[in-house]
């Protein structure tokens, strides 16, 4: 058995599963329920000053058969009084003193209200703690939540002033309802942070109800705008994970969120750069139970590729993740159909000819039946016929040997700013010499 530990900026954990800070890590009796099933942390539902939430705030988007491919809501933070909170954070503490506790905290951006929050939680013995500068409804209206962490200062300035007083690693959870994600990682970093973590909810409406004209979901016949999580959001969460883990000035460990429904996407987060992951709705729609197959699926895939650690996959990827300037244009793939699983459905045929380069050829053998065959020197390797194949191994994309050197966009314009450096022989300004690099 592979050793499941891992270490986030100095908080230890038994295993790389943690509950995210939402609904599933409201009270001591669930993050402790959690801990028994096997989460190896939990990161506390947002504590600061009570808030009221709407009755009516979840709502699921299932697509094609399948249930809660998308997740969204517009609850609030923790809405139970601070003192309860905090007792039954020092009970969990101390029932499951190795397991990582971390709690997440958003208040006003005022130094004061922060100091005297970091201060009241890490006076109960947490692991960490975790800065919400990411709920995008309610909390955001109020200077709090994304509508701090869309400013890369205001990111900055409040993690200082936890840093100030902070005695344990500072974690800040980034909103992804921003452009470029690591703008507002490097100034948590600037700020001090320990870790980031990200992504919170994505805004989004769910819905709109064909029958009653509401918004789903509604409360009392008005709407608004939500957080959106789940399966879906899972590419979006691993490029802005893999944008932060590749950027040197970003620089420290990384906490992936978002879409995290079973151990294949846990590894991979872990490959594109983060030291563990945490999760929330699968935990919701599942139930803790879920993160047995977690640790299982986790440790025999560790088996599998001899590795004695999850450590030994962290960041993996992250090299491999570029700019499409970087990108081999010389590189190419083509279709292949393996006739033998081929059921002639036509769907790639279709996709190719009315949106793709019209490649794909239907044709009827000696016996009348008919098959179909890729054109291969006019396939450009695009890919959406394997995508659209109902038929797993009926498509598959075939490397073909590059009959040029790697050539990229990027090492193209450099040659070609060389020819045109003034003062070389070579160089020239018009297209046709740019065209002939
Ligand atoms: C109902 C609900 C409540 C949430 N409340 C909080 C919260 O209080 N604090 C916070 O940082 N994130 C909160 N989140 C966001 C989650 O922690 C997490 O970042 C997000 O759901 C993405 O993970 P997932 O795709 O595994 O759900 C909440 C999410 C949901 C669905």
Redesign the pocket.
């Known amino acids: 058995m592979a050793d499941l530990r891992i270490n986030l900026a100095g908080i230890s954990s038994p295993n790389p599963f943690w509950l995210?800070?939402?609904?599933p890590t409201n009270t001591g009796y669930q993050v402790q329920r959690a801990f028994e099933a096997g989460w190896g942390g939990a990161?506390w539902?947002?504590l600061g000053d009570p808030i009221i939430n709407t009755s009516s705030?979840?709502a699921a988007v299932h697509f094609n058969g399948q249930r809660v491919a998308g997740?969204n809501?517009i609850?609030?933070?923790?809405d139970r009084p601070l003192e309860i909170n905090l007792k039954e954070i020092y009970e969990t503490k101390k029932r499951f003193p190795d397991h990582a506790v971390v709690v997440?905290l958003?208040v006003e951006p005022k130094q004061e209200k922060w100091h005297e929050i970091v201060k009241k939680v890490e006076a109960v013995g947490v692991d960490g703690l975790?800065l919400?500068f990411?709920?995008p409804h309610g909390m955001a209206e109020r200077g709090m939540g994304s509508a701090s962490g869309q400013q890369p200062d205001l990111v900055e300035m409040q993690t200082m002033w936890v840093k100030e007083v902070a005695q344990t690693p500072v974690i800040v959870?980034l909103t992804p309802n921003i452009t470029d994600i690591t703008a507002t990682a490097k100034a948590a970093v600037r700020g001090g942070a320990d870790a980031i973590s990200l992504?919170?909810?994505i805004n989004s409406l769910a819905g709109v109800d064909l029958d009653t004209w509401n918004t789903i979901p509604h409360v009392g016949g008005k709407g608004a705008h939500g957080?959106y999580?789940?399966?879906a959001?899972?590419p979006i969460?691993l490029n802005m994970v893999a944008e932060c883990a590749r950027n040197p000035l970003v620089g420290v460990p990384i906490s992936g969120?978002?879409?995290?429904?079973n151990w294949r996407d846990a590894v991979e987060f872990l490959l594109m750069g983060s030291t563990g992951v945490?999760?929330?709705?699968?935990?919701?729609h599942h139930g803790f139970s879920i993160v047995e197959d977690m640790i299982d699926g986790l440790n025999n895939y560790l088996d599998d590729k001899g590795l004695q650690s999850v450590n030994e996959l962290i960041g993996k990827s992250v090299s491999r993740y570029s700019d499409w300037g970087d990108l081999d244009l010389n590189y190419a793939v083509v279709a292949r159909i393996e006739q033998d699983n081929c059921i002639v459905c036509n769907k790639c045929h279709i996709a190719c000819e009315d949106t793709s380069h019209q490649c794909i050829e239907r044709h009827t053998d000696e016996n009348g039946a008919a098959y179909l065959k890729v054109r291969e020197e006019d396939c450009v390797g695009c890919n959406l016929c394997s995508i659209v194949c109902p038929v797993e191994g009926a498509i598959s994309m075939v490397e073909i040997p590059a009959s040029e050197m790697p050539l990229s966009w990027n090492m193209r314009q450099a040659a070609i700013g060389a020819l045109s450096t003034p003062g070389t022989d070579k160089g020239s300004k018009d297209s046709d010499s740019k065209e002939a690099v």
């Open positions: 995210a800070s939402a609904p990161v539902k947002t705030r979840f997740f809501n609850e609030l933070i923790t997440s958003m975790e919400n990411g709920c959870k992504i919170n909810t957080g999580c789940g399966p959001v899972k969460a969120i978002g879409g995290v429904s945490q999760v929330c709705t699968a935990a919701m």
